[in-house]
């Protein structure tokens, strides 16, 4: 998992494709399996001065687009787990790299944070 912080936030995050995740995972949390699907994962921390953190919920959106300018919107959800997590889906047309740009506003925060990174997503 990668992580970007924003002042007091650190913001965790991961793409994958949805056939990575175990039949017993993607039942749990709802997530259809596919062959071109992709999930990602967000997890916001909020850290205090001691060092000390906590997740927070937060409301993510954004998009996913190809290297020839193909857009997909992702759809998000929170989830509550060990950790409040958020997470979103979108489909692919193949192998390809894609850049993910996404908003993130943690719960209670009036400024949102932009957060951009690519990946490359193997053939079948």
């Known amino acids: 998992m990668s992580e970007q912080r924003f002042g007091d936030f650190v913001v965790h995050y991961n793409a994958l494709p949805t ?44 998009e996913a687009v190809n290297l020839t300018g193909r857009k997909a919107a992702i759809t998000f959800r929170t989830i509550a787990g060990e950790d409040v997590g ?21 719960e209670g925060e009036e400024r949102s944070f932009a957060l951009r990174f690519s990946q490359n997503i193997a053939g079948e």
């Open 19 to 62: 056939l990575a995740l175990g039949e017993a995972i993607a039942r749990e949390y709802g997530i259809e399996r596919a062959k071109r699907r992709m999930l990602i994962n967000v997890v916001v921390r909020r850290y205090t001065d001691d060092g000390t953190g906590n997740s927070v919920a937060a409301h993510v959106s954004g």
């Open 86 to 106: 958020t997470i979103g889906v979108f489909d692919i047309a193949g192998p390809d790299t894609v850049t993910i740009a996404l908003s993130i506003r943690p």
